[in-house]
């Protein structure tokens, strides 16, 4: 008799096992977390766009316009889980460039320019589509430094592909990221 008793409760506890096991895994699976390394929020989004980046700025540097859309785009579609759409998204940037400049910075004992800055310059349109007061319109300027022995030519394209880069970095962070 205390082996029937024995196995009626291992049988019971075999089922109450197996039906842990059930409970678990369907909990596990009805859970979706997401992390985020970035700092990146996109609560209620589900689409963002890039209206083209015209150069408007007196200097204007050919590629410039779709380096920086691209570069926008690019950054969205890695940092986020935000789907890309040429129509209006949910998250959409829009803006243009509107200076592209060097000027002298420091001045040698020879009264010849020692160090010259580089600088672009960005205004941009942000529109939350689902919170609004995420939503901006503001300009930003990034610049790198760089010998005045060195003619912009010969350093130009390194320069714009780090200023695009902060430039991304800064728009990215200021729709996104809600320090």
């Known amino acids: 008799m205390e082996s029937n008793h024995k196995s ?3 049988r019971v506890i075999s089922r109450l096992s197996v039906i842990l ?4 895994t369907v909990s596990f699976y009805g859970c979706k977390v997401s992390y985020s390394f970035t700092g990146a929020s996109t609560k209620g989004l589900s689409t963002f766009s890039v209206v083209y980046f015209q150069n408007r700025a ?3 540097q050919p ?3 779709q380096i920086l859309t691209d570069a926008l785009i690019d950054k969205c579609k890695e940092q986020t889980s935000l789907k890309y759409i040429t129509s209006t998204g949910d998250a959409d940037f829009a803006g243009e460039i509107s200076d592209y400049s060097t000027r002298p910075l420091t001045v040698a004992a020879d009264a010849q320019a020692a160090t010259n800055r580089f600088s672009i310059t960005v205004k941009v349109k942000y529109t939350d589509a689902v919170t609004s007061d995420n939503s901006y319109e503001q300009s930003f300027t990034r ?4 010998n005045s022995n060195l ?3 010969a ?3 390194e320069l714009s592909d780090e200023i695009v880069e902060m430039l ?4 990215f962070n200021q729709a996104f990221v809600n320090w």
């Open 151 to 153: 003619d912009l030519s």
């Open 63 to 65: 590629g410039l316009s």
């Open 168 to 171: 991304v970095e800064d728009i």
């Open 21 to 24: 096991l059930i409970v678990l």
């Open 155 to 157: 350093v130009e394209k």
């Open 8 to 10: 009626t409760e291992r």
């Open 58 to 60: 007196p200097v204007v």
């Open 143 to 146: 610049y790198k430094d760089y």
